[in-house]
């Protein structure tokens, strides 16, 4: 069963911008992930972030998390045509299975940057 | 090169038949996972292993199955019992103890 809803669908650009995206989740977590897919191709990992922290940075990338509200913020800063991709967040599975290791993935966001 | 590899990257099935996809990684990951994906949808699970001779159902393993005899392999089976097979299929794998997971490069399945 999916977990994360995230917000919006899709999300539409120019350079330069910043894109935000949003996922909310239902359960306790551990953490929350966000991953990258570019069309047709796996999914990359871009950041973890800890049920104890709020907020974590790397690179142009910013993600924010609420564990009031259950819901996180993954925030590219000066986008470019080369993030054009979907972007996935995903909780760990510890308070539904008991069990490390696995994931729950929201539906995704679509980013499209215009050059 | 470390990484994880599927193959093949595009497969095309008859209407009855069984296909088999290849997951192989070299990161020395204990944990492995198998993925649906639907276009415009998340990812779904189908089946996972976190230990060698050792595997659980996902969320939809109906008309699927899998074998994990050695630590770098994961292969999947797509049955004839699968209604609804056209789909891309992805392979991840994650240390033991972490969330992480590194995924490979997918395979489309079509069903003629």
């Known amino acids: 069963s999916q977990q994360g809803e995230e917000d919006p669908q899709a999300l539409s650009i120019q350079e330069g911008e910043n894109a935000t995206m949003n996922c909310s989740y239902k359960?306790?977590?551990?953490?929350l992930q966000w991953y990258r897919q570019n069309s047709g191709r796996g999914l990359v990992h871009l950041i973890l972030i800890r049920s104890n922290e709020r907020e974590k940075h790397s690179g142009r990338l910013r993600v924010t998390l609420d564990t009031s509200k259950k819901s996180s913020s993954l925030l590219i800063t000066a986008s470019r045509a080369a993030d054009t991709a979907s972007y996935f967040c995903?909780?760990?599975?510890?308070?539904?299975?008991?069990?490390?290791?696995?994931?729950?993935f929201g539906q995704g966001t679509e980013l499209s940057v215009k050059p | 090169d470390g990484g994880i590899t599927q193959s093949p990257k595009y497969l095309f099935r008859k209407e009855g038949q069984n296909v088999t996809l290849s997951c192989e990684q070299n990161l020395n990951h204990d944990a492995m996972y198998w993925y649906r994906q639907d276009p415009g949808q998340g990812l779904r699970l189908i089946y996972y292993s976190q230990i060698v001779n050792d595997f659980q159902k996902g969320d939809i393993a109906e008309g699927y199955s899998v074998s994990r005899e050695k630590k770098e392999s994961f292969p999947l089976t797509v049955t004839s019992a699968q209604k609804n097979p056209t789909a891309f299929y992805l392979c991840?794998?994650?240390?033991?103890?972490?969330?992480?997971?590194?995924f490979g490069p997918g395979t489309r399945l079509t069903v003629l």
């Open positions: 991840a794998s994650s240390m033991q103890g972490t969330d992480t997971q590194y």
């Open positions: 359960t306790s977590i551990n953490n």
């Open positions: 995903a909780t760990d599975a510890w308070w539904i299975y008991n069990q490390g290791g696995k994931l729950i």
